[in-house]
């Protein structure tokens, strides 16, 4: 097993670039999905597979991997976007999530 | 349109059971792999459990391995989540959601509202 350590909280400012990490304490490259939540809402899928954007999740959402840090961008960041940030991968028989990054745009 | 809806949350006391479901619909139920992932309240997500389109392969976490049973009904379209034994830490929402790669990666595309367990 092996954790996804994100970092508690990221500004920044409306029209600006977020950029949220997710370090893997691990050798192997394990393919990383990016989750949104909003409070009282349930989580939002918005990349998958390092890199993908699934239908309906804005240009603005991009994601990598390398290096063993998978990280979330989100260009020209809105004030709808704010909200929790969690990262995920798949470790064979396990599902491992980040603790989460809650995004304030100021 | 492709929903989750889950059932069967509620106040239970240390040592007790209850049973979740989680019915789809929309979707080609057959065809999904599902898990079982919670949160509880103010913290993060964790994923507790999966299963296969066939519920022939079932995973579970540590933290409820021995405790928890994953199961589905394809024709019913209902997934489902017997929980024994229950502990103040399993209070949480718990959500079903559906894996979108059919096994190989594990990301989780469609998701349910949840239903709140509250073991105290």
């Known amino acids: 097993s092996y954790d996804l350590n994100q970092p508690p909280s990221v500004s920044v400012s409306p029209g600006q670039a977020a950029i949220i990490t997710c370090p893997a304490e691990t050798s192997e490259h394990k393919s990383v999905s990016w989750y949104q939540q909003k409070p009282g809402r349930s989580p939002l899928l918005v990349i998958y597979?390092?890199?993908q954007r699934p239908s309906g999740i804005p240009e603005r959402f991009s994601g990598s991997n390398s290096g063993g840090t998978a990280t979330l961008t989100i260009s020209g960041t809105q004030p709808m976007d704010e909200a929790d940030y969690f990262c995920q991968a798949c470790d064979g028989a396990t599902a491992v999530f980040g603790g989460g990054t809650r995004l304030t745009v100021l | 349109q492709e929903q989750l809806v889950e059932s069967g949350g509620g106040l239970v006391e240390p040592g007790g059971s209850l049973r979740l479901s989680c019915d789809a619909s929309?979707?080609?139920?057959?065809?999904?792999?599902m898990a079982w992932i919670r949160q509880a309240p103010g913290k993060g997500l964790e994923w507790i459990s999966y299963i296969s389109n066939s519920g022939t392969t079932i995973y579970y976490a540590d933290s409820v391995k021995g405790r928890f049973t994953i199961s589905r009904d394809n024709p019913r379209t209902s997934l489902y989540l017997q929980m024994n034994n229950l502990r103040p830490e399993d209070t949480a929402v718990y959500f079903c959601?559906?894996?979108?790669?059919?096994?190989?990666?594990?990301?989780?595309?469609?998701w349910g509202r949840g239903t709140l367990v509250t073991v105290s």
């Open positions: 959601a559906r894996d979108g790669d059919y096994g190989d990666y594990w990301y989780f595309d469609l």
């Open positions: 597979q390092d890199n």
């Open positions: 929309g979707v080609i139920f057959s065809d999904d792999y």
